[in-house]
């Protein structure tokens, strides 16, 4: 199983040091896409200030940016 790496990034990025073993890149796409749901709604201030969850694979290749603002805050 592939590695993928879930990274917050705005003008800096908050890395993911360890990474998760995936099926493949759909799955980590849905991945990314709840922590970024799960981020809006437990840190409402990160809304409108361009936060998004980066998904790499393990030779750093982008596969699919997950923007907060994409999702209403609850």
Known sequence: ???YHFDLVDTKTVADQGGQLLEDDLVAVQVADRLAEE???NRPELQGKGY?????DADGERVHE???DKFKPF
């Open 39 to 41: 981020l809006t709604r």
């Open 66 to 68: 997950a923007p907060l």
């Open 52 to 56: 998004k969850v980066l998904v790499t």
């Open 1 to 3: 199983m592939p590695r």
